[in-house]
C-alpha cells in the first residue's frame, strides 16, 4: 500500500506563508495533487488544524495535527500529533513558552485563524516564528507526553537547520527520523553523519504557498492495509519512531 504524503505546510497562520494558504484550501489542493496524508505545521502553533481536518475529511485526506516548533537554539522540530485534543493542548503549552515580541505584520505578515469557509476568526498578536524558551534536547520527550513524535526540520538547509546551527546532530535528543528537503541526499546525509545510519528519512515541501504542496512524488510503503485513519496513523508514527 502506497501512501503519499507532504508532513510539512504551513498556512496562513505561519507569518511568513501566503494568506491565501486557508486550511480548507491546502487540503484541497492535495486532492488535486494525489496526496493521501497531510499534516499541517504552522510555526509554534496548530490553531489552524480543526478547520484543516474538516477540509480532509471532505477532501478524502488523512490529516495529521501538527507544529513546526523553533526550539531555543533556533532550531526548526517538526512534531506530529496523533489526534486533534493532543495538538491543541501542545499548542496552548507552546503558546506560553514563545518569546513574549509582538508580530508586526507590515514587516512579517498575516497570523491568521481562520475558519473552514476560509474567513479569518482572529489574528494572532505574538509573533509566531519567535523561539521559545525549550531546549533542543528536551523536546522529543515533551513531544512523547503529549502524545507525538517529532524530527528535525529540512537538515540539508542552512535556515534553522539542526546541523547548520549544532555542526552535527546530537545523540541526546534521541532522534529516529529526520527530513531532508532533497531525499537524493539520503546517502550524502548518511555517510557524513553517522547518527543518521538508521534514521528514516521524510522529505516533505514545507510550502508556504499552494503551488508548493507536494504532488505524488514522495510515499510511504507498506505491506498491510488499513481500514481506518488512525491506524494509517499509528503505523507512519511507529515508522518514524523505530
Known amino acids: 500500500m502506497k501512501l503519499y504524503y507532504d508532513m510539512h505546510i504551513h498556512s496562513c497562520l505561519s507569518p511568513c506563508a501566503d494568506n491565501d494558504m486557508l486550511p480548507a484550501d491546502i487540503a484541497g489542493m492535495g486532492a488535486l495533487n494525489g496526496l493521501n496524508v497531510m499534516a499541517l505545521t504552522d510555526h ?17 485526506i488523512i490529516p495529521i495535527a501538527g507544529m513546526e516548533l523553533t526550539t531555543a537554539e533556533d532550531i526548526h522540530i517538526v ?7 493532543s495538538a491543541m493542548e501542545f499548542s496552548d503549552f507552546v503558546y506560553d513558552r514563545i518569546l513574549p515580541i509582538n ?35 528536551e523536546v522529543p520527550a515533551l ?3 503529549f502524545g507525538g513524535i517529532c524530527y528535525p526540520a529540512h537538515i540539508d538547509r542552512e535556515s ?3 546541523i547548520s546551527i549544532l555542526g552535527d546532530i546530537p545523540p541526546e535528543p534521541g532522534f529516529t527520523s529526520a527530513e531532508l528537503h532533497d531525499n537524493s541526499r539520503i546517502d550524502e546525509y548518511k555517510g557524513n553523519y553517522p547518527i543518521t545510519e538508521n534514521y528514516t528519512f521524510v522529505s516533505s515541501s514545507d510550502a508556504h504557498s499552494l503551488s508548493a504542496i507536494n504532488t505524488d512524488i514522495n510515499c510511504f510503503e507498506f505491506d498491510e ?3 481506518n485513519n488512525k491506524a494509517v496513523i499509528d503505523r507512519i508514527f511507529a515508522l518514524l519512531s523505530e
Do not use: H, M, W
Request: net charge negative.
Open 44 to 60: 509554534n502553533s496548530c490553531e489552524n488544524c480543526p478547520p484543516f481536518f474538516e477540509a480532509c475529511e471532505f477532501y478524502g
Open 143 to 145: 513531544i512523547k507526553r
Open 225 to 227: 492495509e488499513f481500514d
Open 79 to 85: 512534531c506530529l500529533f496523533r489526534d486533534l485534543g
Open 160 to 162: 534553522n537547520g539542526i
Open 103 to 137: 508580530n508586526n505584520p507590515k514587516i512579517f505578515g498575516d497570523q491568521i485563524v481562520a475558519d473552514t469557509d476560509g474567513q479569518t476568526v482572529r489574528t494572532v498578536e505574538r509573533l509566531l516564528i519567535s523561539a521559545t524558551d525549550i531546549p533542543v534536547d
